[in-house]
């Protein structure tokens, strides 16, 4: 079993910075990657960014350039720095961890923290 708390969202005026932070507990030997996703009101959840164990990343297309994902393994946290910030970067993001044993993939959630951007 895995925790994962998220926490660093709130109110910001576009063009601004945020970050977020995930402090995960439990099996953390057992995290295979750590992503963040979002959920705006009336869409779908997608993908922000996620980090690998070999620190490989990816990112949204949306947020290339603008979101950098990094993780502190002593901390068992990752983060995810948000700079330039748009209006339509507002939803509320949560924490993801996947985990495998034997040929199952197992996903936790956090909580979510919520991000708004205003204009």
């Known amino acids: 079993q895995v925790q994962l708390v998220e926490s660093g969202g709130g109110l910001v005026q576009a063009g601004g910075s945020l970050r977020l932070s995930c402090a995960a507990s439990?099996?953390?030997?057992?995290?295979?990657?750590t992503g963040w996703y979002r959920q705006a009101p009336g869409k779908q959840r997608e993908l922000v960014a996620a980090?690998?164990?070999?620190?490989?990343?990816n990112y949204a297309d949306s947020v290339k350039g603008r979101f950098t994902i990094s993780r502190d393994n002593a901390k068992s946290t990752v983060y995810l720095e948000m700079a330039s910030l748009k209006p339509e970067d507002t939803a509320v993001y949560s924490c993801?961890?996947?985990?495998?044993?034997?040929?199952?993939?197992?996903?936790?959630w956090g909580q979510g923290t919520q991000v708004t951007v205003s204009s």
């Open positions: 980090i690998g164990n070999g620190d490989n990343t």
């Open positions: 993801n961890a996947r985990t495998m044993r034997g040929s199952r993939w197992y996903d936790y």
């Open positions: 439990g099996n953390t030997f057992s995290i295979k990657s």
